[in-house]
Protein backbone atom coordinates (compact mmCIF):
# COMPACT_ATOMS: atom_id res chain seq x y z
CA UNK A 1 0.00 0.00 0.00
CA UNK A 2 1.36 3.03 -0.99
CA UNK A 3 -0.77 5.27 1.11
CA UNK A 4 -2.25 7.37 -2.18
CA UNK A 5 -5.98 6.65 -2.70
CA UNK A 6 -7.62 7.18 -5.79
CA UNK A 7 -10.98 6.84 -6.33
CA UNK A 8 -13.14 5.45 -8.68
CA UNK A 9 -10.90 2.32 -9.29
CA UNK A 10 -13.44 2.06 -12.29
CA UNK A 11 -15.62 4.23 -14.09
CA UNK A 12 -17.26 3.55 -17.44
CA UNK A 13 -18.89 6.49 -19.12
CA UNK A 14 -20.33 7.86 -22.41
CA UNK A 15 -18.71 10.29 -25.15
CA UNK A 16 -18.96 13.68 -24.45
CA UNK A 17 -19.55 13.13 -20.76
CA UNK A 18 -17.47 14.52 -18.10
CA UNK A 19 -16.10 12.71 -15.02
CA UNK A 20 -13.72 13.55 -12.05
CA UNK A 21 -11.07 11.62 -10.96
CA UNK A 22 -10.17 12.05 -6.78
CA UNK A 23 -6.43 11.55 -5.72
CA UNK A 24 -5.51 11.72 -1.66
CA UNK A 25 -2.01 12.12 -1.26
CA UNK A 26 -0.02 10.24 1.59
CA UNK A 27 -0.05 12.23 4.51
CA UNK A 28 2.50 15.53 4.55
CA UNK A 29 3.04 15.23 0.73
CA UNK A 30 2.48 18.45 -0.67
CA UNK A 31 3.09 17.43 -4.33
CA UNK A 32 0.86 15.96 -6.49
CA UNK A 33 1.37 14.14 -10.25
CA UNK A 34 -1.40 13.19 -12.80
CA UNK A 35 -0.43 10.59 -15.39
CA UNK A 36 -2.15 8.76 -17.96
CA UNK A 37 -1.42 5.02 -18.90
CA UNK A 38 -3.37 3.94 -22.18
CA UNK A 39 -2.02 1.16 -24.70
CA UNK A 40 -1.18 3.64 -27.67
CA UNK A 41 0.59 5.81 -25.58
CA UNK A 42 2.33 4.25 -22.64
CA UNK A 43 2.72 6.53 -19.72
CA UNK A 44 2.44 10.17 -20.22
CA UNK A 45 2.80 12.95 -18.01
CA UNK A 46 0.07 15.29 -17.73
CA UNK A 47 0.18 17.72 -14.68
CA UNK A 48 2.00 18.64 -11.03
CA UNK A 49 0.53 20.59 -8.86
CA UNK A 50 2.52 21.57 -5.08
CA UNK A 51 0.52 22.55 -2.47
CA UNK A 52 -2.40 23.80 -4.39
CA UNK A 53 -0.02 25.63 -7.51
CA UNK A 54 0.29 24.28 -11.03
CA UNK A 55 4.16 23.98 -11.38
CA UNK A 56 4.45 21.89 -14.26
CA UNK A 57 2.36 20.50 -17.37
CA UNK A 58 2.88 17.90 -19.78
CA UNK A 59 0.91 16.26 -22.73
CA UNK A 60 -2.50 17.42 -21.01
CA UNK A 61 -5.67 18.43 -23.12
CA UNK A 62 -7.31 21.51 -23.05
CA UNK A 63 -10.82 18.96 -22.38
CA UNK A 64 -8.68 18.00 -19.00
CA UNK A 65 -8.48 20.27 -15.90
CA UNK A 66 -6.86 19.56 -12.53
CA UNK A 67 -6.50 20.94 -8.79
CA UNK A 68 -5.48 20.94 -5.47
CA UNK A 69 -7.19 21.57 -2.74
CA UNK A 70 -6.13 22.58 1.00
CA UNK A 71 -6.33 19.80 2.14
CA UNK A 72 -4.06 18.82 -0.46
CA UNK A 73 -6.37 15.90 -2.62
CA UNK A 74 -6.27 16.62 -5.65
CA UNK A 75 -8.85 16.20 -8.45
CA UNK A 76 -8.45 15.44 -12.28
CA UNK A 77 -11.91 16.61 -14.35
CA UNK A 78 -12.04 15.27 -17.98
CA UNK A 79 -14.72 16.65 -20.14
CA UNK A 80 -16.33 16.04 -23.66
CA UNK A 81 -15.05 12.91 -23.27
CA UNK A 82 -13.72 10.77 -26.38
CA UNK A 83 -13.00 7.09 -27.01
CA UNK A 84 -9.17 7.68 -26.93
CA UNK A 85 -9.19 9.00 -23.17
CA UNK A 86 -10.03 5.48 -22.57
CA UNK A 87 -7.32 5.04 -20.19
CA UNK A 88 -5.63 4.31 -16.49
CA UNK A 89 -5.02 7.69 -15.01
CA UNK A 90 -2.21 7.39 -11.74
CA UNK A 91 -2.18 9.94 -9.11
CA UNK A 92 1.49 10.28 -7.82
CA UNK A 93 2.78 11.86 -4.69
CA UNK A 94 6.16 12.84 -3.10
CA UNK A 95 7.25 14.20 -0.47
CA UNK A 96 10.02 17.27 -1.57
CA UNK A 97 10.22 19.19 -4.43
CA UNK A 98 13.72 20.74 -3.81
CA UNK A 99 16.29 21.20 -6.65
CA UNK A 100 19.45 19.02 -6.27
CA UNK A 101 18.04 16.23 -5.47
CA UNK A 102 14.38 13.64 -5.85
CA UNK A 103 12.35 12.12 -3.51
CA UNK A 104 10.51 9.31 -4.41
CA UNK A 105 7.38 9.23 -6.41
CA UNK A 106 4.46 7.20 -4.52
CA UNK A 107 1.60 6.04 -7.02
CA UNK A 108 -1.73 4.88 -6.46
CA UNK A 109 -3.72 1.83 -7.93
CA UNK A 110 -5.28 4.19 -10.59
CA UNK A 111 -8.34 5.16 -12.20
CA UNK A 112 -9.56 2.84 -14.63
CA UNK A 113 -11.77 5.39 -17.60
CA UNK A 114 -13.57 3.17 -20.10
CA UNK A 115 -15.46 5.59 -22.62
CA UNK A 116 -18.03 4.20 -24.95
CA UNK B 1 13.78 16.58 -25.42
CA UNK B 2 14.60 13.62 -23.68
CA UNK B 3 13.34 9.96 -24.13
CA UNK B 4 13.82 6.62 -23.17
CA UNK B 5 14.08 3.56 -25.56
CA UNK B 6 13.77 -0.18 -23.22
CA UNK B 7 15.01 -2.62 -26.07
CA UNK B 8 12.35 -5.96 -25.64
CA UNK B 9 8.65 -5.39 -25.27
CA UNK B 10 8.50 -9.19 -23.68
CA UNK B 11 11.66 -10.77 -22.18
CA UNK B 12 11.16 -14.71 -21.09
CA UNK B 13 13.30 -15.83 -18.54
CA UNK B 14 13.76 -19.18 -16.71
CA UNK B 15 13.66 -18.99 -12.92
CA UNK B 16 17.11 -18.46 -11.24
CA UNK B 17 18.37 -17.36 -14.51
CA UNK B 18 19.81 -13.75 -15.12
CA UNK B 19 17.04 -10.64 -15.55
CA UNK B 20 18.79 -8.34 -17.75
CA UNK B 21 16.49 -5.36 -19.45
CA UNK B 22 17.82 -2.75 -21.47
CA UNK B 23 17.12 1.25 -20.92
CA UNK B 24 18.69 3.81 -23.19
CA UNK B 25 18.10 7.59 -22.97
CA UNK B 26 18.76 10.75 -24.89
CA UNK B 27 19.17 13.99 -22.87
CA UNK B 28 22.11 16.71 -23.30
CA UNK B 29 23.04 16.65 -19.66
CA UNK B 30 23.37 13.90 -17.29
CA UNK B 31 19.38 13.50 -16.07
CA UNK B 32 17.82 11.17 -13.38
CA UNK B 33 17.06 7.79 -14.48
CA UNK B 34 14.64 5.51 -12.43
CA UNK B 35 13.19 1.81 -12.82
CA UNK B 36 9.94 0.94 -12.05
CA UNK B 37 8.11 -1.90 -11.43
CA UNK B 38 4.24 -2.77 -12.20
CA UNK B 39 2.58 -5.55 -10.83
CA UNK B 40 -0.47 -6.68 -12.44
CA UNK B 41 -3.72 -4.13 -11.03
CA UNK B 42 -1.36 -2.04 -9.35
CA UNK B 43 0.39 1.14 -9.33
CA UNK B 44 4.07 1.78 -10.09
CA UNK B 45 6.66 0.55 -7.28
CA UNK B 46 10.33 2.49 -7.34
CA UNK B 47 12.61 0.35 -7.91
CA UNK B 48 15.77 2.12 -7.97
CA UNK B 49 16.72 5.74 -9.18
CA UNK B 50 20.09 7.40 -10.32
CA UNK B 51 20.69 11.10 -8.99
CA UNK B 52 24.44 11.20 -9.84
CA UNK B 53 26.33 9.70 -7.16
CA UNK B 54 27.36 6.14 -7.52
CA UNK B 55 26.97 4.91 -10.94
CA UNK B 56 26.43 1.11 -9.93
CA UNK B 57 22.94 1.74 -7.78
CA UNK B 58 21.25 -1.00 -5.75
CA UNK B 59 17.45 -1.48 -5.43
CA UNK B 60 14.63 -3.17 -4.25
CA UNK B 61 14.23 -6.85 -4.23
CA UNK B 62 18.01 -7.74 -5.30
CA UNK B 63 17.96 -5.58 -8.50
CA UNK B 64 20.47 -3.01 -9.11
CA UNK B 65 21.28 -1.13 -12.13
CA UNK B 66 24.62 0.64 -13.80
CA UNK B 67 24.39 4.11 -15.05
CA UNK B 68 27.00 4.52 -18.25
CA UNK B 69 27.35 7.85 -19.60
CA UNK B 70 29.38 7.15 -22.86
CA UNK B 71 27.07 4.46 -23.71
CA UNK B 72 23.80 6.51 -22.22
CA UNK B 73 22.77 3.36 -20.97
CA UNK B 74 20.89 2.07 -17.38
CA UNK B 75 20.43 -1.16 -17.61
CA UNK B 76 18.67 -2.87 -14.88
CA UNK B 77 19.76 -6.57 -13.89
CA UNK B 78 19.12 -9.49 -10.94
CA UNK B 79 21.21 -12.20 -11.23
CA UNK B 80 18.57 -15.07 -10.05
CA UNK B 81 14.91 -14.39 -11.41
CA UNK B 82 12.50 -15.65 -9.28
CA UNK B 83 8.71 -16.01 -9.79
CA UNK B 84 7.48 -12.95 -7.94
CA UNK B 85 9.62 -10.91 -10.57
CA UNK B 86 6.96 -11.49 -13.19
CA UNK B 87 5.77 -7.98 -13.86
CA UNK B 88 6.07 -4.99 -16.47
CA UNK B 89 9.15 -2.87 -15.54
CA UNK B 90 9.53 0.61 -16.95
CA UNK B 91 12.54 3.12 -17.01
CA UNK B 92 12.06 6.60 -16.85
CA UNK B 93 13.56 9.45 -17.24
CA UNK B 94 13.54 12.90 -15.74
CA UNK B 95 15.39 16.43 -15.81
CA UNK B 96 17.51 17.65 -12.51
CA UNK B 97 15.92 20.09 -10.41
CA UNK B 98 12.39 21.28 -9.22
CA UNK B 99 10.92 18.94 -12.29
CA UNK B 100 12.68 16.02 -11.17
CA UNK B 101 9.10 13.98 -10.79
CA UNK B 102 7.91 14.86 -14.29
CA UNK B 103 9.08 11.40 -15.72
CA UNK B 104 9.20 10.49 -19.34
CA UNK B 105 8.62 6.90 -19.27
CA UNK B 106 10.14 4.16 -21.71
CA UNK B 107 7.50 1.64 -23.32
CA UNK B 108 7.81 -1.01 -20.43
CA UNK B 109 9.32 -4.55 -21.03
CA UNK B 110 7.27 -7.42 -19.60
CA UNK B 111 8.65 -10.04 -18.00
CA UNK B 112 7.78 -13.40 -17.74
CA UNK B 113 9.51 -16.15 -15.53
CA UNK B 114 9.26 -19.73 -16.24
CA UNK B 115 9.58 -22.41 -13.57
Known amino acids: DSGVTQTPKHLITATGQRVTLRCSPR?????VYWYQQSLDQGLQFLIH???????AKGNILERFSAQQFPDLHSELNLSSLELGDSALYFC???????????????FGEGSRLTVL | AQSVTQLGSHVSVSEGALVLLRCNYS??????LFWYVQYPNQGLQLLLK??????LVKGINGFEAEFKKSETSFHLTKPSAHMSDAAEYFC?????????????FGAGTQVVVTP
Open chain 1, 92 to 106: ASSSNIAGGGTGELF
Open chain 1, 27 to 31: SGDLS
Open chain 1, 49 to 55: YYNGEER
Open chain 2, 27 to 32: SSVPPY
Open chain 2, 50 to 55: YTSAAT
Open chain 2, 92 to 104: AVSDRGDSWGKLQ
